[in-house]
């Protein structure tokens, strides 16, 4: 490939540089996505595909959220699709779980959430097991199968004239030119959306927000009896890791809990989040350990836990474990998104803590609003 300049270049066709795309083509703007994979392989289809609101912080994130959530039906329904799932029940089986549900509840961001008794329950989801005493029901989430959702966001992206370039690898971006294993190729903006693979192109971006490896482990199981779940569903372990939920008074009750009564989860920072497929198969996961380089070993006590974790919420007792994987993508502590200008041509852009399906729509907007 000879040098080529074009109007604006995506490294990455994950779910943020799609995002990107979708964004810049509603705008007319003319865009070419570069690939290093046949198609999208990463944390991308690694993941749930669950738009998390609840448990956002308020207000700002949980705003973004809740805008990503209204633009994913908006993308869903032009690609003539449906959600997967629809809402998230927000489950307690401890006293300081029910206290902290009771407290969100109470709170802003909990107005348009339905509290749950323990006998209301068990009458909407009778699958649930008997040990929960209480549960938050939210409507405002919904769940998309990942790799479905990819696969035809690419075809439509490149019905709108979207331009895309697979198996080819980025090694420098600098001044609006891709120095890639087909060429170079030059615009006149660059957005950088390569997930963790951006620690190759940008080391002094990841230095400087200290950002690491989230290595996760999920897996997809199928209980002995079926059933069919309308919704995502977390446990008591899940409000843990969710900001808005920390920012409740029982958060460090609740912590202190997990951390005593469960001390081999705490110690593998685990949660569950339990979504279905259209087959009924389940997805489950996950479990976070931060780390500075790639592990490919996966944990076979986290595959158990999780499973003994699903014995607490349903009382369905019996799983077989179908598939098992690993997952990666950036973490900060101090930096939750990070939209960073590396010179006039080029921005880099990556979203921390695993939000990147709640918000890069959101992000994208909000981004690309200030950029042209």
């Known amino acids: 490939m000879n040098e080529k300049a074009l109007d604006n270049i995506i490294v990455g066709s994950g779910i943020i540089g799609l995002a990107f795309a979708y964004v810049l083509s509603k705008a007319k703007k003319r865009v070419l996505i570069?690939?290093?994979?046949?198609?999208?392989?990463?944390?991308?289809?690694?993941?749930?595909?669950?738009?998390?609101?609840?448990?956002?912080?308020?207000?700002?994130?949980?705003?973004?959220?809740?805008?990503?959530?209204?633009?994913?039906r908006e993308i869903l329904r032009a690609l003539k699709l449906e959600p997967a799932q629809e809402g998230c029940l927000f489950t307690a089986r401890s006293a300081e779980g029910e206290q902290l549900l009771h407290e969100y509840l109470s709170s802003?961001?909990?107005?348009?959430?339905?509290?749950?008794?323990?006998?209301?329950?068990?009458?909407?989801?009778?699958y649930i097991s008997q040990s929960m005493r209480f549960a938050l029901k939210s409507p405002h989430e919904i769940r998309v199968d990942s790799g479905l959702v990819i696969t035809k966001l690419i075809s439509y992206l490149k019905e709108k004239g979207v331009e895309f370039i697979f198996n080819c690898r980025v090694f420098q971006v600098s001044e609006g030119t891709v120095h890639c294993s087909l060429g170079k190729l030059r615009a006149e903006k660059v957005i950088v959306?390569?997930?963790?693979?951006?620690?190759f192109l940008f080391p002094q971006l990841w230095q400087a927000h200290e950002i690491k490896l989230c290595k996760l482990q999920m897996q997809l199981v199928a209980p002995a009896?079926?059933?069919?779940?309308?919704?995502?569903?977390?446990?008591?372990?899940?409000?843990?890791?969710?900001?808005?939920?920390?920012?409740?008074?029982?958060?460090?009750?609740?912590?202190?809990?997990?951390?005593?009564?469960?001390?081999?989860?705490?110690?593998?920072?685990?949660?569950?989040?339990?979504?279905?497929?259209?087959?009924?198969?389940?997805?489950?996961?996950?479990?976070?350990?931060?780390?500075?380089?790639?592990d490919p070993f996966a944990k076979q006590e986290i595959n158990t836990l999780q499973l003994q974790e699903l014995n607490n919420i349903f009382k369905e007792s019996s799983w077989t474990s179908l598939q098992q994987w690993i997952g990666y993508y950036p973490w900060s502590k101090q930096s939750k998104t990070v939209v960073s200008d590396?010179?006039?041509?080029?921005?880099?852009?990556?979203?921390?803590?695993?939000?990147?399906?709640?918000?890069?729509?959101?992000?994208?907007?909000?981004?690309?609003?200030t950029l042209y």
């Open 225 to 294: 009896s079926p059933f069919t779940l309308p919704c995502s569903v977390m446990s008591d372990f899940s409000y843990h890791f969710y900001a808005g939920f920390q920012q409740m008074p029982s958060y460090q009750a609740l912590t202190s809990w997990f951390k005593e009564q469960y001390p081999r989860y705490h110690h593998h920072n685990m949660h569950l989040i339990v979504v279905q497929n259209t087959n009924g198969q389940f997805v489950v996961g996950d479990s976070h350990e931060y780390i500075d380089e790639i």
């Open 108 to 126: 802003e961001a909990g107005r348009s959430c339905d509290a749950l008794t323990k006998r209301e329950l068990n009458e909407q989801f009778p």
């Open 342 to 369: 590396i010179d006039q041509h080029v921005t880099a852009v990556l979203v921390n803590r695993g939000k990147g399906m709640t918000i890069s729509f959101a992000l994208a907007e909000k981004t690309i609003g």
């Open 193 to 199: 959306a390569g997930g963790t693979d951006t620690r």
């Open 34 to 72: 570069v690939e290093q994979h046949q198609q999208p392989v990463s944390s991308s289809v690694r993941n749930f595909g669950l738009i998390t609101v609840t448990g956002q912080p308020y207000q700002e994130e949980w705003e973004m959220a809740k805008r990503g959530s209204q633009m994913w």
